[in-house]
């Protein structure tokens, strides 16, 4: 019955009783479940860091996705499948008490939190005697107590996995299931009516039917919504886009009717919002994706452009307000095909698979997902999967329009410096397409030479800068492009006092993509720097050629346990 509810149900997405009737299903399913019948138990970890808002829409979610479907029942008031823990790499005194408040909150809602801050796990690595402690430094790190915040994502996580390895205890009935502060258990769906999020996926429930009926390791998901992926490689196909926007206004009128509707014409994929999808062998399509106006009601040319303007400047926190992605169903079953990349804000993986810690995180590069998910396909093959089970991605709060915290975005009033992340991005580029190339030759089991390694880092190293380089001067061309078609003395948002505030949006917009993808923009003059590059690869050729030795130490440490 829940096989043909849900057939019916995503042929009219935005019918609300069929949506009632499948969650009721569910609902009713759990509780004819036999007390006896075997199911996962859900540890679901959430790495933050100054995020109180996200964070408690996040738990939101998560609740209620529990009331929703029911996994697993309830037990004395408490879902007794289900557990959270919250990694908080917090720096903010208030935001730290705010997380620990907000979990407390939640727990005493039946959702069993663990609160797992600085305090925990400072006392988690004081379990580690100090050899192991020194010798895990590549993957933990070495923070210093009086700064142990802003770990990062990747050292937060491995920290995380020492305390999972305690909390699992050997048991084979765990799942563990790390996803993002930011994201929530929600799709996103264009209908003719408009966008909704809808509760359309009991996502517990079919990761045990997976996991019970497969044998897999490791699944990862998706996200709808806001991209993946940083500005510092969306610039060229967003200013496509605002241009294209921008030059369908130039050819009508402020005051009639708003004509910027209707059902997106294009379906964005993992290729359609990165300036570079065809080094990762997507198949990238010409042309530009249109604007779909996001007010209600009447309105004209002149509310739909102040509308768009206001939402210009999230692109720097990572929202991309022309090419987000909407889920499109496809039956479970027939999604399920092998991976090659983790997405660390949507991963499912048995206790086992805690050997597989995020590799490389002292260097603090981006593509951290990418680079693990190449290392596990070559151990795992058809072990570690994909499945069509994406989640909600929101990269900013509706009050600020910002993300609340996001590491290597510098900001001064209206000026945004994406410095750090553009520069993080491009050698973390460098370390993926590096380590595709290592696992071709067998890496990490084949032991390569320090000489091999080197020589095969800097021949990435030399194509990468020559994409960005390409690039940049492309970029730099529709900046350009983008100014002398808004600043056009003729156009009509030129005109008058009543679209001052949106041309101020559209200014500062063009002004910090000048900044940043300009000809002087810090970012590339760090990448063009050969001895900046000489250190960065230093360390990445050093990172990979300790890489089997960091295996080994970290294996050891999870099986004697991290108890004295």
């Given at each position: 019955?829940?096989?043909?509810?849900?057939?019916?149900?995503?042929?009219?997405?935005?019918?609300?009783?069929?949506?009632?009737?499948?969650?009721?299903?569910?609902?009713?399913?759990?509780?004819?479940?036999?007390?006896?019948?075997?199911?996962?138990?859900?540890?679901?970890?959430?790495?933050?860091?100054?995020?109180?808002?996200?964070?408690?829409?996040?738990?939101?979610?998560?609740?209620?996705?529990?009331?929703?479907?029911?996994?697993?029942?309830?037990?004395?008031?408490?879902?007794?499948?289900?557990?959270?823990?919250?990694?908080?790499?917090?720096?903010?005194?208030?935001?730290?008490?705010?997380?620990?408040?907000?979990?407390?909150?939640?727990?005493?809602?039946?959702?069993?939190?663990?609160?797992?801050?600085?305090?925990?796990?400072?006392?988690?690595?004081?379990?580690?005697?100090?050899?192991?402690?020194?010798?895990?430094?590549?993957?933990?790190?070495?923070?210093?107590?009086?700064?142990?915040?802003?770990?990062?994502?990747?050292?937060?996580?491995?920290?995380?996995?020492?305390?999972?390895?305690?909390?699992?205890?050997?048991?084979?009935?765990?799942?563990?299931?790390?996803?993002?502060?930011?994201?929530?258990?929600?799709?996103?769906?264009?209908?003719?009516?408009?966008?909704?999020?809808?509760?359309?996926?009991?996502?517990?429930?079919?990761?045990?039917?997976?996991?019970?009926?497969?044998?897999?390791?490791?699944?990862?998901?998706?996200?709808?919504?806001?991209?993946?992926?940083?500005?510092?490689?969306?610039?060229?196909?967003?200013?496509?886009?605002?241009?294209?926007?921008?030059?369908?206004?130039?050819?009508?009128?402020?005051?009639?009717?708003?004509?910027?509707?209707?059902?997106?014409?294009?379906?964005?994929?993992?290729?359609?919002?990165?300036?570079?999808?065809?080094?990762?062998?997507?198949?990238?399509?010409?042309?530009?994706?249109?604007?779909?106006?996001?007010?209600?009601?009447?309105?004209?040319?002149?509310?739909?452009?102040?509308?768009?303007?206001?939402?210009?400047?999230?692109?720097?926190?990572?929202?991309?307000?022309?090419?987000?992605?909407?889920?499109?169903?496809?039956?479970?079953?027939?999604?399920?095909?092998?991976?090659?990349?983790?997405?660390?804000?949507?991963?499912?993986?048995?206790?086992?698979?805690?050997?597989?810690?995020?590799?490389?995180?002292?260097?603090?590069?981006?593509?951290?997902?990418?680079?693990?998910?190449?290392?596990?396909?070559?151990?795992?093959?058809?072990?570690?999967?994909?499945?069509?089970?994406?989640?909600?991605?929101?990269?900013?709060?509706?009050?600020t329009g910002q993300s609340e915290f996001r590491p290597g975005i510098e900001r001064e009033q209206?000026?945004?410096?994406?410095?750090?992340?553009?520069?993080?991005?491009?050698?973390?580029?460098?370390?993926?397409?590096?380590?595709?190339?290592?696992?071709?030759?067998?890496y990490p089991a084949t032991v390569l030479s320090a000489a091999e390694v080197e020589a095969l880092?800097?021949?990435?190293?030399?194509?990468?800068?020559?994409?960005?380089?390409?690039?940049?001067?492309?970029?730099?061309?529709?900046?350009?492009?983008?100014?002398?078609?808004?600043?056009?003395?003729?156009?009509?948002?030129?005109?008058?006092?009543?679209?001052?505030?949106?041309?101020?949006?559209?200014?500062?917009?063009?002004?910090?993509?000048?900044?940043?993808?300009?000809?002087?923009?810090?970012?590339?003059?760090?990448?063009?720097?050969?001895?900046?590059?000489?250190?960065?690869?230093?360390?990445?050729?050093?990172?990979?050629?300790?890489?089997?030795?960091?295996?080994?130490?970290?294996?050891?440490?999870?099986?004697?346990?991290?108890?004295?």
């Open positions: 019955m829940i096989e043909q509810l849900e057939t019916a149900l995503w042929q009219q997405p935005d019918n609300a009783q069929r949506l009632a009737v499948y969650q009721q299903q569910f609902r009713e399913l759990e509780r004819q479940r036999p007390g006896d019948e075997p199911c996962h138990h859900f540890i679901i970890v959430i790495p933050v860091a100054d995020r109180p808002q996200q964070l408690a829409a996040c738990l939101g979610s998560i609740l209620t996705l529990c009331d929703t479907f029911g996994y697993g029942g309830k037990e004395a008031g408490r879902y007794r499948m289900v557990e959270v823990l919250i990694a908080d790499d917090s720096k903010a005194s208030d935001n730290i008490e705010r997380h620990r408040q907000i979990a407390a909150d939640y727990d005493q809602r039946g959702l069993t939190c663990h609160y797992f801050g600085q305090h925990e796990q400072l006392a988690q690595l004081d379990r580690l005697d100090s050899a192991s402690r020194s010798g895990l430094m590549p993957i933990i790190g070495d923070t210093p107590v009086s700064a142990f915040y802003h770990k990062g994502a990747s050292l937060m996580r491995n920290i995380a996995y020492l305390k999972l390895n305690e909390m699992v205890a050997g048991r084979d009935d765990i799942l563990i299931y790390f996803i993002d502060s930011d994201q929530e258990f929600q799709v996103k769906v264009a209908t003719p009516s408009g966008e909704r999020n809808l509760y359309a996926i009991n996502y517990l429930y079919q990761l045990d039917r997976i996991f019970s009926e497969r044998d897999v390791a490791i699944l990862t998901g998706k996200v709808v919504g806001d991209p993946p992926v940083s500005p510092a490689v969306m610039a060229g196909r967003f200013l496509a886009d605002v241009s294209t926007f921008l030059g369908a206004m130039a050819h009508t009128m402020a005051s009639i009717p708003c004509h910027f509707h209707g059902t997106p014409r294009q379906s964005c994929d993992d290729a359609a919002y990165h300036d570079m999808a065809d080094l990762f062998g997507f198949k990238t399509r010409g042309g530009t994706f249109d604007y779909r106006c996001t007010l209600a009601g009447d309105h004209d040319h002149a509310a739909c452009l102040t509308d768009f303007a206001a939402q210009l400047n999230r692109f720097f926190d990572g929202e991309h307000p022309t090419r987000k992605s909407y889920y499109e169903h496809r039956p479970l079953a027939e999604s399920i095909t092998p991976a090659r990349t983790v997405y660390t804000g949507n991963y499912c993986f048995r206790a086992t698979a805690l050997r597989y810690f995020i590799p490389f995180a002292t260097l603090k590069l981006r593509m951290a997902g990418p680079v693990l998910g190449r290392i596990i396909k070559a151990e795992l093959g058809d072990k570690f999967v994909s499945a069509n089970l994406p989640m909600l991605h929101k990269r900013t709060v509706e009050e209206h000026t945004v410096d994406l410095c750090g992340e553009f520069e993080r991005q491009f050698f973390g580029d460098v370390m993926l397409f590096s380590m595709e190339r290592l696992t071709a030759q067998g880092v800097q021949q990435v190293e030399t194509e990468m800068l020559h994409n960005y380089t390409t690039r940049h001067g492309e970029i730099m061309q529709q900046i350009a492009a983008l100014r002398a078609l808004f600043e056009g003395r003729d156009q009509w948002w030129q005109q008058g006092e009543a679209l001052v505030a949106t041309r101020e949006q559209f200014q500062r917009f063009i002004t910090n993509m000048e900044d940043n993808f300009g000809d002087d923009a810090a970012g590339y003059r760090q990448i063009r720097s050969s001895a900046h590059r000489a250190r960065r690869r230093q360390q990445i050729v050093g990172a990979l050629l300790s890489y089997q030795d960091d295996r080994v130490r970290w294996e050891g440490v999870l099986a004697s346990g991290t108890n004295p």
